[in-house]
């Protein structure tokens, strides 16, 4: 019996079908002789963090029940550059593969995989630099409009305009969960109001 592989497939919207996906990978599957343990479909974005499906697959590979991932191209794995090597680098700790229907083989423990997780890191630092790049560029444009930027003079956080309102109730004996539901806050942030009141109630 060959390696043990998970096939996993990814679209985007729920008007796309993986099943296409699924046909490509199980033929390429059975060429390549692997034993394929589970068939992963998910439909979410390229962008979106929880993806069930490819976490599932991930448990797998922990669990050493999977020496292989299979997937159409690497796009439908990695959220981003950084995101992809990784995954890559935290399957090759459990020593699985990620195998695109290329036949391409990113195993990073390998010269060619060392090669490609350099070449990845670049890319993903790269991607960094523009997007500094682009949000300082943002920033001096609206500098030069003459938009003020940050929190402005006078003004307070919402936590502290809502400061009195949360000692108020306490005082009351309302709940903090009470408290955050009806001010349309978090209980931690009540809890950080009420803590620095009793630190020093004056303020």
């Known amino acids: ?8 497939s990814r679209v985007s919207t ?12 199980s033929a390429f599957a059975d060429r390549g002789g692997f034993e394929v343990v589970g068939i992963f479909k998910e439909i979410a974005s390229g962008t979106k963090a929880n993806r069930i499906a490819r976490n599932r697959v991930i448990d797998l ?25 990784d995954t890559l680098h935290k399957l090759a ?11 391409m083989t ?11 997780a350099t070449i990845l890191a670049g890319v993903a630092q790269f991607e ?21 930027l940050g929190r402005q003079p006078g003004t ?25 539901r009806d001010l349309g806050i978090s209980k931690n942030t009540v809890g950080e109001i009420v803590k620095r009141y009793r630190q020093n109630p004056l303020a």
């Open 61 to 85: 590979a922990q669990a050493r029940k999977i020496d292989a991932v299979l997937v159409s191209e690497l796009s439908r794995w990695g959220r981003s550059t950084q995101d992809l090597l």
């Open 1 to 8: 019996m060959g390696q043990r592989a998970a096939i996993y």
């Open 128 to 148: 960094r630099d523009l997007l500094s790049e682009r949000v300082k560029s943002g920033l001096a444009a609206a500098k030069t409009r003459g938009k003020k």
């Open 156 to 180: 307070r956080p919402k936590s502290d305009k809502l400061a009195p309102k949360v000692i108020q109730f306490v005082e009351n004996g309302k709940s903090y969960r009470w408290i955050a």
């Open 14 to 25: 729920a008007d796309q079908s993986c099943e296409r996906q699924i046909t490509e990978l």
């Open 93 to 103: 700790g459990w020593k699985v593969s990620v195998i695109a229907m290329s036949g």
């Open 106 to 116: 990113f195993e990073l423990n390998t010269p060619h995989g060392h090669m490609m």
